[in-house]
């Protein structure tokens, strides 16, 4: 059974690019969430999906980043205009669908973007 | 608001038992946990306590849960080199998982 899935693994973009982050969840997931890992910081929540729903976005910055999650395919966290500032790791989490054994989120390994 | 606080270093020699403190702030967390993330790698679920419990042991591992101080620590007994890393204590606020900053663990030979 895969583990939650990010590509690419590392991404490199100029400033003013548009970054592309994907995220597919493990097998049977239907919760995605989004985290930034600032460097020599702990995570930071972004946003909560649920297929084709947006469920919590209030860790989103205003402008630039959106998120979304499509009946078909993986979720794709987009970062429009990138600044140097968004340098981070950007880390994926799944989870269940709600039930009433442990919740947890399992998490993937992680995509680094670097904007220079 | 919530916040979860830990000690940024420690430094362990090795064999001898690890204790990583945390502090958090919203009482209402059902569950607390405690990842660990190795260089440029992803977090990885190391154990977890239900609010209701004051104690787990996981082989070598034991989470101690202090509820009225809102204090949690996680002791690594028997300390290994491969147990160096960055320990993240984080709690569930609603939806989302809140973590601290990291403790940072140095084995010492």
């Known amino acids: 059974n895969a583990g939650v899935m990010q590509n690419p693994r590392h991404l490199v973009r100029r400033r003013g690019q548009e970054a592309r982050l994907r995220c597919s969840p493990m097998?049977?997931?239907?919760?995605v969430y989004w985290y930034r890992q600032l460097p020599e910081e702990g995570l930071k929540f972004m946003v909560y999906?649920?297929?084709?729903?947006?469920?919590?976005e209030s860790g989103m910055p205003k402008e630039r980043f959106s998120a979304e999650f499509p009946k078909e395919g993986p979720s794709i966290l987009r970062i429009q205009q990138v600044v140097r500032g968004d340098s981070a790791a950007y880390f994926c989490?799944?989870?269940?669908?709600?039930?009433?054994?442990?919740?947890?989120?399992?998490f993937g390994p992680g995509t680094r973007l670097l904007v220079l | 608001g919530e916040d979860v606080e830990q000690s940024l270093f420690l430094s362990v020699r090795e064999g001898d038992s690890s204790v990583i403190n945390c502090t958090y702030t919203?009482?209402?967390?059902?569950?607390l946990y405690w990842y660990k993330q190795e260089p440029g790698a992803g977090l990885q679920l190391l154990t977890y306590?239900?609010?209701?419990?004051d104690m787990k042991q996981d082989q070598r591992l034991t989470v101690l849960l202090n509820k009225k101080d809102k204090h949690l620590s996680l002791r690594i007994a028997d300390t290994q080199t491969g147990d160096s890393a960055i320990y993240f204590c984080?709690?569930?606020?609603?939806?989302?998982?809140?973590f601290g900053k990291g403790t940072r663990l140095h084995i010492l030979p």
């Open positions: 097998k049977g997931h239907s919760h």
């Open positions: 984080a709690e569930k606020g609603g939806d989302k998982i809140i």
């Open positions: 999906l649920q297929k084709e729903n947006i469920i919590d």
């Open positions: 919203d009482s209402s967390s059902t569950y």
């Open positions: 306590i239900f609010s209701n419990m």
């Open positions: 989490a799944s989870s269940p669908p709600r039930t009433r054994a442990m919740e947890t989120q399992y």
